[in-house]
């Protein structure tokens, strides 16, 4: 299973960036096929019944979430920067999630280093190392409700049983 959940996810991702020609769809699926059998004995992931259901969330829920977000840190950074005395107070934070799995503390990691402003610098079991350009948070409960908790309630619903 975990074979045809690789091709899946990798043809799929090349249909997303490619046509829907034959040509296309052959190349895609000998791409597809050569790069399961290189990744496959790498990943740990399975697609089951509840994939959709996660896959709904995730693209209804979390990716306006991120988006919203992402607008409301670039007009704070832009405002930082034309701001006539530049108001910063840099620093690193710990943030410590409550996700399970690696590929949901990456997914954690990137949204936060995506969003400007903030940068994931490493993880460390369950802890998350941020730079930001303005600790607001005095004790890590605050910051984590600052930084990451709007992001981790919709993918602690993702990957939920996605362990």
């Not at 996660?54 to 701001?83: C, E, G, K, M, T």
């Not at 690696?102 to 079991?125: E, H, M, Q, W």
Request: aromatic share 14%.
């Amino acid at each position: 299973m975990k074979y045809v959940a690789t091709f899946l996810v990798l043809f799929a991702s090349y249909l997303a960036l490619a046509g829907f020609e034959l040509q296309e769809l052959l190349l895609g699926a000998v791409i597809s096929v050569a790069l399961t059998f290189i990744l496959a004995k790498h990943v740990n992931f399975t697609l089951d019944y509840r994939f959709p259901v996660r896959l709904l969330v995730f693209v209804f829920a979390y990716v306006p979430l991120f988006v919203f977000q992402l607008i409301l840190s670039n007009i704070d950074v832009a405002f930082r920067v034309l701001s006539p005395k530049i108001p910063l107070n840099p620093g690193f934070v710990k943030i410590s999630t409550d996700l399970k799995g690696d590929f949901a503390k990456l997914t954690l990691a990137n949204s936060i280093t995506l969003t400007p402003g903030t940068l994931s610098v490493d993880i460390d079991g369950s802890d998350i190392y941020i730079h930001t350009v303005d600790v607001k948070g005095k004790t890590p409960e605050e910051n984590r409700e600052i930084i990451s908790s709007k992001f981790e309630k919709v993918l602690g619903v993702v990957f939920k049983w996605w362990i």
